[in-house]
């Protein structure tokens, strides 16, 4: 049977980026044959850059409503709060002791989160590849979707779990998980900056269209997106070197389900002005069912707390198993 683990942070709302490039292919694999599905709202991850204290219950139980929204069936995968399963800290302290710091320092994440200023970085965000191993490990997963720029940590969670089964256990005990890279993953650029990712943690609201956005709103972000002087592309090689025409073409295939090439063949050397219209209609168009949806699911925080308390029990229920045995392999003492 396939295990599969996932997670996003609730830094804030989700974005496009979030749902074209990750949560879109979390639904099509809740439907795959022998598979069970682990869809984590990472809030432990969330704190390792800044602490909002006030909005963290608010943003986990969004990211949840939008995981459901987007199609999320939580009858049939797994969703729930990562600090609801305190296994995750304990074996993440676990496995942080036995991570070298040269390993830590290849990660380039850290690098990029950690700014010019890395004296000012948390311990916590240094150490962030070993509570990802964590999440990940604690459920025996055997199949991790990511994103191009998460693959390191996934090659760092099976150096620590085969180093663990060598040095430690001294037998197969973790399940060495595989990357899965979403090959048909988009990747989703900033509004406002095609060079940059979309990102939800990012200053400017303009720079991404939320899940949570009405059609006004979008329409607005969208007419405002940067775009240069030229027509719309009508192939590839028009479009190398103007990554802000590149993103937006990309973004209406990923919506619409079909090809850049098809894309640039129906809008091709059309004034941007018209394509951003279409573009604007498309994204209301599939974003509106989600944001209705999300906003009844909000409405009904109760109806939410209950979907994330019962899957925190079945997440527990493998999890704890796990964590006993790590407890056992690591010589603790143990509750009698
Ligand atoms: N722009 C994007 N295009 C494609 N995929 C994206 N993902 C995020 N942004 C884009 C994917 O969403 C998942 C969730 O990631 P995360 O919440 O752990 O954090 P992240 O990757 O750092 O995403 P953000 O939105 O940029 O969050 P903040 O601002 O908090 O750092 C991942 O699978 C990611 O690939």
Known sequence: MKRIFSGMQPTNRLT???????????????????????????????????????????????????????????????????????????????????????????????????????????????????????????????????????KQHVELTRDIATSFNIHIAK???????????????????????????????????????????????????????KTDAGVVPSNEGEYEGRPEAKNLITIYAALADTSKEKVMGEYGGQQFSAFKNALSDLCVDKLSPMTTRMRELMADVGEIDRILADSADKAAAIAEPVMSDVMDVMGFWKRP
């Not at 199609?71 to 990562?82: C, L, N, T």
């Not at 037998?171 to 095609?194: C, H, N, Q, Y």
């Not at 060079?195 to 720079?207: G, L, N, Y």
């Not at 949570?212 to 607005?220: E, F, R, S, Y």
């Open 16 to 150: 496009l980026g979030n749902y074209l490039g990750a949560l879109k292919n979390w639904v099509k694999m809740q439907d795959e044959a022998d598979t069970q599905c682990i869809y984590c709202v990472v809030d432990l991850h969330a704190i390792t850059v800044s602490q909002d204290t006030a909005g963290i219950k608010t943003a986990t139980r969004e990211v949840a409503a939008a995981y459901i929204a987007a199609g999320v069936d939580p009858k049939k995968s797994i969703i729930f709060a990562q600090s609801a399963v305190t296994a995750h800290s304990q074996l993440g302290w676990i496995l942080g002791c036995m991570t070298p710091l040269g390993w830590l320092n290849r990660m380039t994440q850290f690098k990029d989160k950690a700014g010019k200023d890395k004296e000012k970085a948390s311990l916590g965000l240094y150490g962030y590849p070993a509570l990802m191993a964590a999440d990940i490990l604690l459920y025996q997963t055997t199949h991790v979707p990511v994103g191009d720029d998460q």
């Open 171 to 225: 037998k197969d005990f973790f399940t060495i998980p595989e990357p899965v890279i979403m090959g048909d993953a988009t990747r989703v650029m900033s509004l406002r900056d095609g060079t940059a990712k979309m990102s939800k943690s990012a200053e400017s609201d303009m720079s991404r269209i939320n899940l949570t956005d009405d059609a006004d709103l979008i329409v607005q972000k969208i007419k405002k997106a």
